[in-house]
């Protein structure tokens, strides 16, 4: 993704006679030598990559402000205290078996990053991230496009498998494109430790404390480590091991290595001597800066803030800050994006959704990549996935492995797409939105209007009646114990989705039974809510692979319910004509998004009485596979013979159902 240059002529800036005489003279080489000696960006632009120290150094050159910190928060505050509604569990969450979840008063977190003398903006802005990644909820995410322009990586990258019944730590691939000392004969060597820690340690320790993806210690450990060929793509790279989008915490790690002997397997366990690689984190240097001044004005200097990248930031909403808005919320906010990872399975000609294979006359795999479907896919999406149906059915394909791995969710009524297909219908999990004053005047505007996602909302009770009513007649449910306001139970109308889906899948062929949800945990969201409908619902049985050896796992991660993105919010404000309401949350004063949790799901509940009970939401829920699978030497890199390998689990039964744990 390219971020879109900046236009000196939109955003007001006049160039007069004595700049262009300045700018002449001052680009001579003597004088771009001397600027890049005192401007630690100037000094690595348009190079391809750059040292750890030297990347730093750019990172760290815009200085903390007091007032951008101030409106940075209360942005924040806004959010999480009105919208966030998970806000109040977070704080105080219930101790659920199976799930690590540690307690995050976010209020509490903001005071404190607040009153704390920050050394740089980047510290700052890293700060704000990290609390709010400390609450393990993927949807809840806070991102400072201006320090995750670089790309950093780890020249050796790690898998983890099973070999000789024993977890290890395994070099997937080395990247010698950005370290040339990196040697490709590292490739299968196992790392017993790293940094004197023994491998197995650290990994799990970094998993379980710099992992927010999920509540689950194994899907956090299939996110960190890096599987060359099973790799869909996510761009979030917050958390990898190898990976990252911020600046990593030490400059180099110790990695000690023992290779196999030349000639021997690995189930042989006959290695050459151990030997110590100090590897360096690696930057890729953004393309679009020439200086320090550019770097702010291409990635940092917000619409909604003066002109000037270093003194004080007077918000104002302008045209420049809707067009910006929208770049962002369409994902045109990173200068690079990412390299080095390859899967055969993330791409096909049936559309970058899915991809419909068959392993046999008897086991076809349906590889659902992705809910994000764009507007105007929505009826292809639909039509490949009743075509790939009708070809499995008229092939005789008798069992379906749904694989969802590394599926962070979209569009949910393409899940729901995807649920009819096979079952015509599934009750709708209960939901509820959190009150606030504030929304309900948004709520209210967009059915006036008809307009806004906000208006596809029904109540459940009445799903056939267009009103706010659902929102403005609350109920008040007990949260991290206290009394929190929520809506009336509500459903999400697709009727505008549905509309542009020319036809039905109609099943009469396969059963719950027939089908084997396959999942590395890392299925977000829509992909979650898709997975616990289909196992509490349809009885679709899920095995989980990856992970720690040795406890059990969750088939599905942040299955929290609905998200919202800042961006998207904003442009629905402005497009209602509240951008300006006292409440509003206003736009960021640097260029930055965030994202929360505004619609919660619940498990499937028989006594409506327990509507409301936090003991059954399903972001708060231990959701278990019913039987595992790990990476070993021959699928980590194939996930060819990872599919086969489930197909004759499938096939001889080993993986029933097991009777739900809640």
Not at 112 to 120: A, E, L, R, T
Not at 186 to 212: K, L
């Amino acid at each position: 993704m390219k971020l879109l240059p900046s236009n000196p002529n939109s955003t007001g800036y006049k160039v007069t006679a004595a700049v262009l005489l300045f700018l002449s003279a001052t680009s001579s080489p003597a004088f771009a030598a001397a600027k890049a000696k005192d401007d630690p960006c100037a000094a690595i632009a348009k190079k391809t990559t750059a040292s750890f120290s030297e990347a730093k150094a750019c990172l760290e050159h815009f200085s903390f402000d007091q007032d951008t910190a101030d409106q940075t928060l209360e942005t924040i505050r806004s959010v999480t205290n009105e919208l966030y509604v998970f806000n109040e569990i977070a704080a105080s969450p219930p101790d659920i078996e199976g799930l690590a979840i540690v307690p995050v008063n976010i209020s509490h977190g903001l005071d404190v990053i607040q009153n704390q003398k920050w050394g740089s903006d980047r510290a700052f802005q890293d700060a704000v991230a990290l609390l709010l990644d400390k609450v393990q909820d993927a949807h809840l995410v806070y991102a400072p496009f201006c320090y995750r322009q670089f790309i950093f990586w780890q020249p050796i990258q790690l898998n983890s498998l099973i070999r000789n019944r024993r977890l290890v730590v395994n070099v997937a691939y080395v990247k010698d494109d950005i370290w040339p000392e990196a040697k490709k004969s590292w490739v299968g060597c196992e790392v017993t430790h790293i940094d004197d820690r023994e491998a197995i340690d650290m990994v799990v320790d970094y998993a379980v404390n710099n992992n927010g993806e999920s509540k689950d210690v194994n899907t956090c450990y299939n996110n960190i480590m890096n599987t060359k060929s099973y790799f869909h793509g996510w761009d979030d790279g917050a958390d990898d091991l190898g990976y990252h989008r911020f600046l990593p915490a030490q400059e180099i790690h110790a990695y000690k290595l023992r290779c196999l002997k030349k000639g021997t397997k690995p189930t042989d366990e006959d290695y050459d001597e151990p030997f110590t690689v100090k590897v360096p984190w690696v930057a890729e240097v953004p393309q679009g800066f020439s200086d320090a001044d550019s770097y702010w004005q291409s990635y940092c200097q917000s619409s909604y803030a003066s002109s000037s990248p270093f003194g004080k930031r007077n918000a104002a909403w302008t045209e420049g800050t809707s067009d910006e808005l929208k770049r962002i919320h369409e994902g045109q906010a990173f200068d690079l994006a990412p390299t080095g990872n390859s899967n055969d399975a993330g791409t096909s000609a049936d559309g970058r959704y899915m991809k419909f294979i068959e392993l046999d006359e008897k086991v076809g795999v349906i590889d659902i990549q992705s809910f994000s479907v764009d507007m105007q896919d929505r009826a292809e999406f639909a039509a490949n996935f009743t075509a790939g149906l009708e070809k499995f059915e008229k092939n005789g394909i008798e069992k379906i492995i749904l694989d969802l791995s590394q599926n962070g969710g979209g569009d949910a009524c393409a899940g729901e797409y995807i649920i009819n297909s096979f079952f015509n219908s599934t009750p709708d999990y209960m939901s509820d939105v959190k009150y606030s004053p504030f929304l309900e005047r948004v709520i209210e505007k967009a059915y006036d209007e008809q307009s806004t996602k906000w208006y596809d909302y029904r109540s459940e009770s009445h799903p056939s009646q267009a009103s706010p009513d659902w929102y403005t007649e609350t109920v008040t449910y007990k949260r991290g114990g206290q009394d929190v306001k929520f809506s009336q139970p509500i459903t999400l109308s697709c009727d505008s989705w549905d509309a542009g889906v020319q036809k039905q899948y109609q099943n009469t062929r396969w059963k719950g039974s027939d089908l084997l949800i396959l999942s590395d945990g890392r299925c977000g969201s829509t992909c979650a809510i898709v997975a616990s409908r289909l196992r509490l619902s349809h009885k679709v049985p899920a095995l989980g692979f990856g992970g720690i050896r040795g406890n059990r796992m969750q088939y599905a991660s942040f299955p929290g319910g609905e998200s919202e993105r800042l961006s998207g919010f904003l442009m629905d404000l402005q497009s209602l004509g509240l951008e300006n309401d006292p409440d509003a949350p206003s736009p960021f004063p640097e260029r930055a998004d965030m994202g929360w949790t505004f619609r919660e799901v619940y498990r499937p509940i028989e006594n409506k009485k327990s509507m409301g009970d936090e003991r059954h939401l399903l972001e708060y829920s231990a959701n278990f596979a019913d039987c595992r699978l790990y990476f070993d030497d021959d699928n980590a890199d194939d996930v060819q013979v990872l599919w086969k390998q489930v197909a004759k689990i499938v096939l001889d039964g080993e993986c029933p159902l097991l009777a739900d744990s809640q």
